[in-house]
T-cell receptor, first 109, second 112 residues
Framework: AQRVTQPEKLLSVFKGAPVELKCNYS??????LFWYVQYSRQRLQLLLR??SRESIKGFTADLNKGETSFHLKKPFAQEEDSAMYYC???????????FGKGTRLSVIA | DAGVIQSPRHEVTEMGQEVTLRCKPI?????LFWYRQTMMRGLELLIY????????DSGMPEDRFSAKMPNASFSTLKIQPSEPRDSAVYFC??????????FGPGTRLTVT
């Protein structure tokens, strides 16, 4: 069965400190992995996807198939990074997303 | 572009009443997804459509739930009769490719 696990419900870091939001998945195949973010009073939106191998707002995420992980990282946290972050996977194509339960990141000034 | 539009944004109803949630996807998108978010279970898929055709409704919890997509620009999710355990935030999302789903603002449903 497809499953996404985000072990931390809440992560608090100081401004300028490194951030790592953990995500592990279980899937029999080659899934597509995503990070979605929801800022206060805004819609859920795509942050980044593993196939693009891009850095968005300073965030990166590397897919580790051996460890079935897709952790989200940023070297220096900013206050505007405070938000709810969801890791998700799909089978590819226009198929539904399976979400983790989310991690709330709080960046303290 | 206003993005995905959902209405109403908030709905408070009494147990046993019928509830209809509405979604207008982004023009040109050919896939539409209904998700439900609760504290206990997080975000879960209820049903999705490709080219207006329901593909997977295995997430619909009971026969009380039904969804339609009569055309490419409109979908409804109906709960009849509603129960307190249906209280949740219901999201609609649309997509054209596998790269990104665009979410609506959600409908917060409270059933008393």
């Amino acid at each position: 069965a497809q499953r996404v696990t985000q072990p931390e419900k809440l992560l608090s870091v100081f401004k300028g400190a490194p951030v790592e939001l953990k995500c592990n998945y279980s899937y029999s195949g080659s899934p597509e992995l995503f990070w979605y973010v929801q800022y206060s009073r805004q819609r859920l939106q795509l942050l980044l996807r593993h196939i693009s191998r891009e850095s968005i707002k300073g965030f990166t995420a590397d897919l580790n198939k051996g460890e079935t992980s897709f952790h989200l990282k940023k070297p220096f946290a900013q206050e505007e990074d405070s938000a709810m972050y969801y890791c998700a996977l799909s089978e590819g194509g226009n198929t539904p997303l399976v979400f983790g339960k989310g991690t709330r990141l709080s960046v303290i000034a | 572009d206003a993005g995905v539009i959902q209405s109403p944004r908030h709905e408070v109803t009494e147990m046993g009443q019928e509830v209809t949630l509405r979604c207008k996807p982004i023009s040109g998108h050919n896939s539409l997804f209904w998700y439900r978010q609760t504290m206990m279970r997080g975000l879960e898929l209820l049903i999705y459509f490709n080219n207006n055709v329901p593909i997977d409704d295995s997430g619909m919890p009971e026969d009380r739930f039904s969804a339609k997509m009569p055309n490419a620009s409109f979908s409804t999710l109906k709960i009849q009769p509603s129960e307190p355990r249906d209280s949740a935030v219901y999201f609609c999302a649309s997509s054209f490719t596998s790269y990104e789903q665009y979410f609506g603002p959600g409908t917060r449903l409270t059933v008393t």
